[in-house]
C-alpha cells in the first residue's frame, strides 16, 4: 500500500507473538527485521527474539533462556545479532558476557568482557555503547575508588576484548551522573557529566556539567566546563558527525529553575585533535517563544518551559537539527463519597505538547527554526501513545505522531526539505485503519525505512514504511 509517498507495508497480525507487554524493533541488517520483546522490561531468565524478512513476514520467534542473568543489551550487526548477558553468581561475583545470534537463530558464546574481580565485586551497572558502523562496541561502569570514582572501560569488537582502561573522577559515585554518551568511528569515547554534592537542590550553582572524552588509544583525556553558576543546563544531547569528524553537544539552558529553557548551547570537538571549539550560547528567537507561549505572555518576558530534546541529527554542512518537545507529568486528584464518606483518587496525566525544531550551522547560529502546535495527554498509562516518532532520509526528515489519544485518531506526518519549507499530512486516517503508533518501541531500520509498532483496532501489530 502506497501513503502519499510512502509505501506501507503491515505485518500480519495472525502471526504474531501475543504473550508479551514489553517490544522494542532492534534493527535490520541483511537478513531481515529483529523485534525484542519479554513480558516486562525486567529481561531476567530469558527474552524473545522476532526475526521477519524486509517485507515484514515473521519468519520465526524464539526464546532465549539466560538463566541466572539479566540482558544488558542487544545489538543487530550487519551479519547478526550481539546481546550481552550480566551473570549473577553466588555472593557478590558477576559476569559480563558477549554472546552472538546467526542468521539461523543459533546462540553462541563469544566471550567474557568483565568479571567481578575488575570491581572489587561491587554490583556495578554496565552500559554498553556502539559507533555508527556497529563495529566497535564500549562496555563501561562506575566503580568506587575511597572518596573518589573509577570509570572502567573495555572496548570491544564482534570477537573479542581489544582494549581495556580506567580513567579516574575526582568525586564520589554518588555525586556524579553519566547519561548522554557516544563513540565516534575509532570506538573514542565522549560523555556529558554532570557533579553534584545535593541533587535535589534547586540552586544552579550546586551542579556543574562537563563535556568528557578519552581517547582510548593514547589515553588523552578532555575534561571542560559547560555551565557557569547561574546556569541550569535542562536536556542535552550528544552526536557525532562523520562528514567532518566532529563531536557536537547541544542542549537547552534556562536560569530560573530547571524547567526553564531560556535558550540552547552548542560545543563541538575535533576528534582529531580532542580540541573544543564552537563552544556558544543562544537565546531562543522572541518570535518562536511567542509562538509557543502567546503574544502576551511573551511580551511579559516568559521563556519556553519543560522542553525536551528528542533527537539531535548531524548534518553535511556540519551543523545539526535539534528537535524538543514539551513534556511533563502533573496530578490530579478528586473526592468522592461512598455512602457519605469520602474517598481520594489520584491521576498522574502524561503531557506531550509542542514540538519545536532548529537548524542550527557549525557555529551554533540558527539558520531556520519552526514549531509544531500538538497537545497529547493521557492519564495513567505512562504515555504509551504519546510523544513523537522521526525518520530521517537523505533530503528530508518526517515527525509523525497520533493526532488524538483516543479512537478518533489520524496518524500525522510533517515532512521537512534541508530548507526549512515543509509539508504536512494524515499518513493513516482514522475513518481506515484505526491506529495508534507507539512511539516509544520504533526503530529506524535503514537510510529509507522505519518499523513502528502500532495498534489497530485494539490489535497489535507493525507497519514498515518505505520512503
Not at 582494549?163 to 573522577?169: D, Q, V
Not at 543546563?233 to 563531536?247: A, D
Request: proline share 1%.
Amino acid at each position: 500500500m502506497f501513503a502519499q509517498g510512502q509505501h506501507v507495508i503491515w505485518a500480519n497480525k495472525n502471526n504474531l507473538d501475543k504473550r508479551t507487554d514489553f517490544t522494542k524493533v532492534i534493527g535490520q541488517n541483511k537478513y531481515g527485521v529483529y523485534v525484542l520483546k519479554h513480558k516486562n522490561a525486567s529481561f531476567k531468565r530469558y527474552f524473545i527474539l522476532e526475526y521477519f524478512d524486509k517485507r515484514m513476514n515473521l519468519l520465526r520467534s524464539k526464546t532465549f533462556k539466560i538463566p541466572g542473568s539479566e540482558l544488558e543489551k542487544i545489538i543487530v550487526t550487519n551479519d547478526g545479532v550481539l546481546f550481552f548477558t550480566k551473570e549473577i553468581g553466588k555472593g557478590f561475583s558477576y559476569k559480563l558476557k558477549m554472546n552472538a545470534i546467526d542468521s539461523g537463530m543459533n546462540e553462541s558464546y563469544v566471550c567474557t568482557i568483565a568479571n567481578s574481580e575488575n570491581f572489587n565485586h561491587e554490583n556495578v551497572n554496565f552500559r554498553i555503547e556502539y559507533n555508527n558502523s556497529r563495529n566497535k562496541f564500549l562496555v563501561w561502569y562506575l566503580s568506587n575508588y575511597g572518596e573518589n570514582t573509577k570509570l572502567i572501560y573495555h572496548l570491544c569488537n564482534q570477537k573479542e576484548v581489544l582494549k581495556t582502561g580506567e580513567t579516574l573522577i575526582k568525586s564520589r559515585q554518588t555525586e556524579i551522573y553519566i547519561n548522554e554518551v557516544c563513540l565516534d568511528d575509532t570506538g573514542n569515547f565522549y560523555y556529558i557529566q554532570s557533579i553534584s554534592e545535593r541533587f535535589k537542590s534547586k540552586n544552579a550553582e550546586d551542579f556543574k556539567h562537563y563535556i568528557c572524552a578519552i581517547n582510548l588509544y593514547n589515553n588523552k583525556t578532555l575534561t571542560e566546563l559547560i555551565n557557569n553558576s547561574k546556569t541550569f543546563l535542562n536536556s542535552y544531547k550528544i552526536c557525532y558527525n562523520p562528514t567532518n569528524s566532529y563531536i557536537n553537544v547541544t542542549g537547552l539552558y534556562g536560569e530560573l529553575d530547571e524547567d526553564d529553557n531560556m535558550g540552547y548551547f552548542t560545543v563541538n570537538i575535533n576528534t582529531k585533535t580532542f580540541e573544543i571549539f564552537n563552544s556558544m550560547f543562544h537565546t531562543f528567537d522572541r518570535r518562536l517563544v511567542s509562538n509557543i507561549v502567546g503574544f502576551k505572555n511573551e511580551s511579559k518576558g516568559d521563556n519556553l518551559n519543560k522542553f525536551k530534546i528528542k533527537k539531535l541529527i548531524p548534518k553535511t554542512d556540519g551543523g545539526v537539527l535539534l528537535i524538543a518537545e514539551r513534556i511533563f507529568i502533573t496530578t490530579q486528584s478528586d473526592i468522592f463519597y461512598v455512602n457519605g464518606i469520602p474517598q481520594s483518587s489520584y491521576a498522574r496525566i502524561f503531557n506531550n505538547d509542542e514540538v519545536i525544531i532548529l537548524s542550527l550551522d557549525l557555529a551554533g547560529d540558527v539558520l531556520w527554526q519552526d514549531a509544531i502546535i500538538k497537545n497529547q495527554a493521557s492519564v495513567n498509562d505512562g504515555g504509551y501513545y504519546n510523544s513523537i516518532i522521526v525518520m530521517v532520509n537523505e533530503d528530508n526528515f518526517n515527525i509523525m505522531f497520533n493526532d488524538k489519544l483516543n479512537a478518533n485518531s489520524d496518524i500525522i506526518q510533517v515532512t521537512y526539505k534541508a530548507d526549512g519549507s515543509h509539508t504536512k499530512k494524515i499518513l493513516l486516517n482514522n475513518d481506515q485503519f484505526f491506529a495508534l503508533v507507539i512511539p516509544n518501541e520504533y526503530s529506524q531500520v535503514s537510510a529509507n525505512s522505519i518499523v513502528i509498532p502500532i495498534n489497530q483496532n485494539r490489535e497489535f501489530t507493525y507497519i514498515k514504511l518505505v520512503y
